[in-house]
């Protein structure tokens, strides 16, 4: 069985008056691939500082392979590698030069290791071209580059496929899968890309306001991210009052503009409807959809 | 954190402000004799380390090397920051302590040590070529320019300080020029209005006392009048530039870490 190599324990971490994080917890699985997903400003990004040491929390505890204390934790550290919001780059040196600058600063002895990570995310062509004159496709490969320079046993990577084109997501994603099957690397990704994700995580973590919204595996999420069905009728109110009353359904929602979902019974579509009709509520529209990945992270970021 | 020393040697290396700096400062002497002997054989053949002791180009050539220093040291300590190299290595699990000493070792070995075998090359050079002199003695001299290590390693300190706090290599050396541009000023008022000497107050000119002779004496020798300068060191000068130096290196450093190790870094 999996162990947890990083236990979050209500962290807080508070800017001035504004809280970043306010109590998250949560914990990550040995050769899981957790998705942190939330809007801009959610906290995602303040986790992954303060698990790359570059924020200190207000209050709370962050274990990482088992050390809590700052030298255990500089330890864990060194078995990782993180890629938080612009990767890094000199502008004024070319990919290899700034690898070779990291190799040194990581005491890494074997210089073909950066030939090695420069072919693996496709920029080993790159020559002398400096990074000021790259793209952000290029840009995002560099600092994937550099992730994987000291053959890291865990990754933290805030949004590692933006900018790049489809082919390099696609290749990106196959990277990441084989690193983890093959090398059993750990790794924690941020993304706005929800269908990218859904593709590649076996854990998920939904963050809005500084708050954990909700954690899952892959399993409970694609149950959640059910089927349900979809009614619309010429009186919804009316409709809800009924579905409790007379079909003793009380798992839906009502969805402004939207009508009504219902995420149970979905064998009793029919009888649904005709109750309906029978107690004078026409139905518009009844159909069996299932919840997207992006309906269902709306829903748990828009929860309060 | 020889690591985080090598990374930043390495930047150093790679950095053309850094290089530009230091062919300027070896340029910069030999250029300034080659002008004042109107390029010519026999002017240059009289150009001995007492001759520029005496007319005051050592204290010069060691005086324009300020404006190296205070480039290299803010490049050293700050020319990672504003790229987030220095939170690569953070998050590389390097202590932040070693992040910051590894800079400091490699500013005062680029910015200081390197800058004083520079400086002290257009002596050896023209030692070895027409003497010593008699105008000065050699001992004291020797001593004077080993002095200088420490107003230089202050001055190489301050700028580390300043680029640290100021998270980025270019503000730290606009904001250090303006403060050198500053005191200048100040120390020429305290001079002109209040007859004040400052030069050791504030320290930045500590290196143009200490190479620039304050007496001289005209003897005649053979027939021919010599000047002869008093180059001699007392226990007060060296005390007074070693511990202030050192006071205030310790000071700007530890203020430095200070705000280095409990900021968040974005």
Known sequence: MSENIVEISNLTKQYGKQKALDGVSFSIKEGSIVGLIGPNGAGKTTIMKIMGGLAFPTSGELKMYGATDEKGLNHARSRMSFMIETPYAKEKLSAKENLEKQRLQKGIPDKKRIEEVLKTVNLENTGKKVVKNFSLGMRQRLGLANALLGKPEFMVLDEPINGLDPEGIVEIRDLFRKLNKEENITLVISSHILSELSLLCTDYVFINHGRIKGTFTEQELKAACSEYIQINTDNNEKASSLLIEKCKIEKFDVIKDSGIRIYEKMDEIRDISKMLYENGVIPVEIAKNAVSLEDYYMKMVSEV | ?266
């Not at chain 2, 700096?21 to 009289?46: Q, Y």
């Not at chain 2, 002290?120 to 105008?135: M, Q, R, Y």
Request: charged share 15%.
């Open chain 2, 1 to 266: 954190m020889l690591n985080i020393v090598k990374s930043v040697n390495y930047g150093l290396r790679k950095d053309t402000g850094v290089i530009i700096s230091l062919v300027a400062m070896l340029g910069f002497p030999f250029f300034i004799i080659a002008l004042i002997s109107n390029m010519d054989a026999e002017g240059l053949k009289s150009v001995t380390v007492s001759f520029l002791v005496g007319s005051q180009l050592l204290g010069m050539v060691y005086g324009f090397s300020y404006l190296g220093i205070i480039i290299i040291s803010c490049k050293a300590m700050g020319m990672d920051g504003s790229d987030k190299t220095i939170n690569y290595e953070i998050m590389s699990g390097h202590r932040r302590f070693k992040v910051f000493a590894g800079r400091v070792i490699s500013g005062i070995v680029w910015g200081v040590i390197l800058v004083l075998i520079i400086d002290s090359l257009p002596v050896l050079v023209f030692c070895l070529a027409n003497g010593w002199g008699k105008e000065t003695e050699p001992f004291d001299v020797i001593i004077r320019m080993l002095l200088c290590f420490f107003p230089m390693l202050r001055l190489c300190a301050f700028h580390m300080m300043i680029a640290s706090l100021l998270g980025s290599a270019g503000k730290g050396i606009a904001a250090g020029l303006g403060v050198f541009t500053a005191l200048d000023i100040i120390e020429s008022i305290m001079a002109d209005n209040f007859n004040m000497q400052t030069d050791n107050m504030f320290g930045f000119i500590n290196i143009l006392s200490l190479l620039i002779p304050q007496n001289s004496r005209e003897f005649i020798v053979d027939g021919k009048p010599v000047t002869i300068f008093d180059t001699s060191i007392d226990s007060h000068m060296v005390l007074l530039t070693i511990g202030v130096s050192l006071l205030l290196t310790v000071l700007y450093l530890t203020v430095a870490f200070i705000v280095f190790k409990k900021k968040d870094r974005h």
